[in-house]
Nanobody, 123 residues
Framework: QLQLVESGGGLVQPGGSLRLSCAAS????????IGWFRQAPGEEREGVSC????????KYADSVKGRFTISRDNAKNTVYLQMNSLKPEDTAVYYC????????????????WGQGTQVTVSS
């Protein structure tokens, strides 16, 4: 049914790179903005990046601008997050989610979420 599944997380050294994937099923993928969020232990879930339904517009949190790139392949029902120059403060569980409403980095307007994938940046 309605489902988003994240993959690609893992352990990486500072300065390294990871590419996360978010695979969607059970809904019309190209109608929705898809966002990436992250949550570190004891912290609120925060918006990282989002991409419009067509892929024509993107938004990034200030903390990741210039390092992360979001993209989507609607033919594959998949959104990607390329993460470069990773820092220890990027360590978190990363989630993808969908929304009908614009280009928000507000978790309150996303209605379907994946299970998350762990990213750990450590020497």
């Amino acid at each position: 049914q309605l489902q988003l599944v994240e993959s690609g997380g893992g352990l990486v050294q500072p300065g390294g790179s990871l590419r996360l994937s978010c695979a969607a099923s059970g809904f019309t993928f190209n109608y929705y903005t898809i966002g990436w969020f992250r949550q570190a232990p004891g912290e609120e879930r925060e918006g990282v990046s989002c991409i419009s339904s067509s892929g024509g517009s993107t938004k990034y949190a200030d903390s990741v601008k210039g390092r992360f790139t979001i993209s989507r392949d609607n033919a594959k029902n998949t959104v990607y997050l390329q993460m470069n120059s990773l820092k220890p403060e990027d360590t978190a569980v990363y989630y993808c989610a969908r929304t009908w409403f614009g280009l928000p980095l507000d978790r309150g307007v996303y209605d379907v979420w994946g299970q998350g994938t762990q990213v750990t940046v450590s020497s």
